[in-house]
């Protein structure tokens, strides 16, 4: 059966663990360190062809510890796609503590820009370099970030306005 | 009697009827456009749902006439009726037979063109009182249509006045059944006067595809927007009244009037009007609307000049046709 | 509903092709981008712009949205949309909810297109379960994906028309003969299914519901008439010159932009872009069959309405070659599911993209979740109409009133698949 699933061309793989210095994950797409981000993406872009804008997809994960204190993790994937025959999608993962921000792509694809506050919305992550960084889905002035895993669907901020 | 009992009492019988006709061509077009999509069109009150009209009326009449806090209280009261009175007016020298019109001026087709262009005033009273700003925008585009649309009206309004020499209606309509309908005779001129005619006219009355002050897809109801009850109500009835007086004298300026083969009378008049009154309708639910700088671009590129050239035309040939005689 | 169709004129018509209307002279696609980021105040302190609000209350905003308009006269000088009056938590949804029971809720999301919503969730579920799926149930779903995609497009024709002329007038008669025609489609659903709409006929491992004896002809009947009577309306809306002036040059929305935004679908392959996850990246049964795609070169609104015209005769040929040769076997690899925890999975990723009448259409699931891991984690609706909207900024600067009715039908925005 031939799904259109996560499975990369070789020479992205390569792509990410030499020149990149990316970590594979046994269930899901390379590790990237946030410093290598936005190199990555244009990398992608301009020499890989990779110009379709994929998607932007962030995962709160609470309260793992490291370095001996409880943190909140926050893991972005993104991922982008070739034109035309044989498309294939190039995917990676950051994780960044919650709090911390990570690169936005806005400079290299438009289409960064509502993604990424839908994920800011949803999740709570910032994205440097965003120009105009604000609520998509829900109202302006909704507090919480409501796909966070100590977001209730009923608690007391959640009801019906 | 006297003339001036003679003529209220035409005045009120012709009003009567226009608009007891306005109210029906309700239903007309709910069926005619029902059958167009392939559905039935209302059904339920009355055999053939013929009391639909009636049912509309009192639903709008019991419905409360809001007036927004912040909407200029005295025009956008005024308007919806100014709108009826004055494409009622335009009727009152439109002859439907050849003793029945309630005032047959000398000055006719000037005194339609006035009126005509004068309802375009109230349009704008009502889209700039109601202070809402698809009004205002359906508003501005209903003057720009309105001041346009009428140098073609006028135009193709002159190509009958000058075969016939004469402005008045009724001169015009005597002279078709003498020589012809000008729709037909002289080839030409007549024909394409009147293919001028029906947008520009459609476009005073805002008729698809030229209701941009209405354009329901982009401005909710333009105009309308803020009008409840019985002011949405006067404003629509003076749509179709003035769509029907359209098509009344188009019929008497281009098809003969009252002219027919068998039995001429008030019959063919009110036949014909009617014929092009659902050729309207037929226009209005099969074509899509233009976006209003392609209108005034159609308007002044091409109605106009082709206008200016169609009078000098029929001018030409009453001159020829004066030198032959001779 | 009994029709006579001239057997000589379906039989021509089996003759069309994809690309029946060849890609007129027009020049290829060029936006003149407006700044998303335009600070007003700076703009021009001179001119009074009128902010006018396409408001969530609207005819034509294909469903609840916001389009603030900032207005110079008529002109728009920027463009602010604002989504989310539809936001039903769907995603936060899916980590409370298990495998089994997301399927029904996926429906929702695209109303115009449920097969596709459905099918993209259960290849991404099987994709991460690991579970095979049957032929005759690869081979239905493609069938069913194709009579969606006629149908979605048929809506999508009638509401466009309705957008340019409003619904008391030529739009609305255009708007009845689509639905009438959509009806046709919907009838053979519900054959099928039981529902005309929100189907739930497929699950993780295959489909739901097997076809019933003479759903064949139907299918026929229906394709039958559809191709015929598109002709007719084709004739009736694309050659009338009302209609190509509104169109033409209207919303050019060109490769570069498209690419960058993620937008897929009728909206890129209408920018010269070859692109088609059916035949590119092929899922279900789409390996066995050629796919033949349009595309245009000029950008707008007219391009997007040729390829999507395009696209339905495309999908007819399509229904037609599969109908009657429908594979025999089993229709899910699952035995029947009991109860709703019968799903389970370790954490992994994974990602399944249908071709959607909008788009690339995906789901990205990340397992391991609640309930002993009978729910996702995350799972993420990548929704081509989110990628569409997001255009609006860039293309609406420049045009007027009018033509943001035109573009925002053009683009064809399902909100609730925008909003989730």
Redesign the interface.
């Given at each position: 059966m031939s799904v259109a699933g996560l499975a990369m061309a070789v020479d992205v793989i390569e792509l990410l663990t030499q020149r990149f210095s990316a970590n594979s994950e046994p269930d899901g797409p390379p590790l990237v360190a946030p410093e290598h981000h936005l190199e990555l993406a244009r990398t992608l872009r301009d020499e890989f062809g990779y110009r379709i804008f994929g998607f932007v997809i962030a995962s709160h994960h609470p309260a793992t510890t490291k370095d001996g204190e409880k943190v909140d993790r926050v893991r972005v994937v993104y991922g982008l796609r070739t034109v035309g025959s044989h498309t294939r999608l190039a995917s990676w993962q950051l994780e960044v503590d919650v709090g911390t921000s990570v690169p936005s792509l806005v400079g290299l694809f438009a289409g960064a820009d509502w993604q990424e506050r839908e994920q800011y919305d949803l999740v709570g992550i910032r994205f440097e370099g965003h120009p105009d960084l604000r609520r998509l889905m829900l109202p302006e002035d909704w507090k919480g970030h409501p796909l966070r895993k100590d977001y209730a669907i009923d608690t007391e901020v959640a009801p019906w306005r | 009697m006297s003339p001036y009992l003679r003529a209220l009492i035409y005045s009120l019988v012709i009003i009567t009827l226009l608009l007891t006709v306005t109210a029906w061509s309700i239903w007309f077009e709910r069926k005619f456009?029902g059958r167009?999509?392939?559905?039935v069109g209302p059904t339920f009150y009355g055999p053939f749902g013929l009391l639909q009209p009636v049912v509309d009326g009192l639903k709008l009449l019991q419905k409360e006439f809001l007036i927004p806090e912040s909407a200029d209280r005295a025009l956008f009261v005024l308007a919806p009726p100014l709108t009826v009175i004055l494409a009622l007016g335009t009727a009152a020298v439109v002859p439907f037979g050849s003793e029945v019109v309630a005032a047959d001026l000398d000055v006719g087709v000037l005194y339609i063109l006035a009126l005509g262009s004068l309802t375009t005033v109230p349009v704008w009273i009502a889209g700039w009182a109601s202070n809402n700003?698809?009004s205002l925008?359906g508003g501005m585009r209903a003057v720009a249509q309105g001041i346009s649309y009428e140098i073609p009206l006028a135009l193709a309004a002159l190509v009958p006045v000058i075969l016939a020499g004469s402005m008045s209606l009724t001169d015009i309509v005597n002279y078709q059944i003498q020589h012809g309908w000008f729709v037909f005779w002289p080839p030409g001129p007549g024909f394409l006067a009147f293919l001028f005619f029906l947008p520009a006219s459609l476009a005073e009355a805002n008729r698809?595809?030229f209701?941009?002050p209405e354009?329901?897809?982009?401005?909710?109801a333009g105009v309308t927007t803020e009008y409840t009850g019985m002011g949405f109500g006067l404003l629509y009835l003076a749509e179709y009244l003035h769509t029907l007086i359209v098509s009344a004298v188009a019929s008497a300026l281009f098809f003969g009037g009252w002219d027919g083969p068998l039995l001429p009378g008030l019959h063919w008049m009110v036949a014909k009007t009617l014929v092009l009154f659902a050729g309207i309708f037929a226009i209005?639910?099969?074509?899509?609307?233009?976006?209003?700088?392609?209108l005034m671009g159609i308007c002044w590129r091409y109605l106009v000049p082709i206008g200016l050239g169609l009078v000098m035309v029929s001018a030409i040939w009453v001159q020829l046709a004066k030198a032959s005689a001779q | 509903m009994e029709v006579e169709v001239a057997s000589s004129a379906v039989s021509a018509s089996r003759e069309i092709s994809a690309n029946q209307r060849p890609v007129t002279n027009r020049s290829p696609a060029k936006t003149r981008r407006g700044d998303p980021y335009l600070d007003i105040a700076a703009y021009d302190p001179e001119a009074d712009l009128m902010v006018l609000n396409l408001g969530p209350q609207h005819p034509s905003t294909h469903g609840v949205f916001r389009l603030k308009l900032y207005l110079d006269g008529e002109l728009i000088v920027k463009a602010v949309p604002f989504c989310g009056y539809l936001h039903r938590g769907v995603e936060k949804l899916c980590e409370k909810l298990t495998y089994v029971q997301l399927v029904p809720i996926f429906d929702k999301n695209d109303y115009v297109s449920p097969m596709m919503n459905e099918q993209s969730l259960v290849m991404a579920f099987e994709s991460l379960l690991g579970v095979e799926v049957p032929r005759r149930a690869r081979y239905l779903r493609t069938l069913l994906a194709e009579l969606q995609r006629i149908a979605s497009h048929l809506l999508w024709f009638g509401a466009f028309a309705m957008d340019l002329g409003g619904a008391l007038g030529g739009g609305s008669t255009l708007f009845m003969y689509c639905f009438r025609e959509r009806e046709l489609i919907l009838d053979v659903f519900e054959e099928l299914t039981g529902c005309r709409f929100h189907y739930n006929t497929h699950m993780i491992g295959g489909n739901r519901h097997d076809v019933p004896a003479g759903w064949a002809a139907k299918v026929h009947s229906a394709i039958d008439i559809i191709e015929h009577r598109l002709i007719e309306y084709e004739n009736y809306l694309t050659t009338n010159r009302i209609y190509l002036d509104r169109t033409c040059g209207v919303g050019v929305v060109d490769a570069d932009l498209a690419m960058e935004l993620g937008i897929t679908g009728p909206i890129l392959r209408a920018a010269g872009i070859d692109h088609d996850l059916r035949r590119d990246a092929p899922y279900h049964a789409y390996d066995e069959l050629e796919v033949r795609v349009t595309t245009d070169i000029a950008g707008d609104c007219e391009a997007r309405t040729r390829v999507r015209l395009a696209e339905i005769r495309e999908s007819v040929r399509l229904v037609r070659l599969m109908i009657d040769g429908i594979p025999e076997g089993p229709l899910g690899s699952r035995k029947p599911i009991k109860t709703n925890l019968a799903e389970k999975s370790e954490r992994g990723h994974a990602y399944a993209a249908v071709e959607s009448p909008r788009g690339e259409l995906g789901i990205y699931v990340i397992g391991g979740g609640a309930n002993r891991g009978a729910s996702p984690y995350r799972l993420k609706i990548r929704s081509p109409s989110l990628h569409a909207l997001s255009c609006l900024p860039y293309v609406l600067p420049g045009h007027v009133v009018s033509d943001a009715v035109a573009i925002l039908g053009s683009v064809d925005p399902i909100m609730g698949e925008v909003d989730r």
């Open positions: - | 456009s167009m999509q392939s559905r700003k698809y925008l698809i595809p209701d941009i354009a329901e897809s982009e401005l909710i209005r639910w099969s074509l899509v609307r233009f976006r209003s700088d392609q | -």
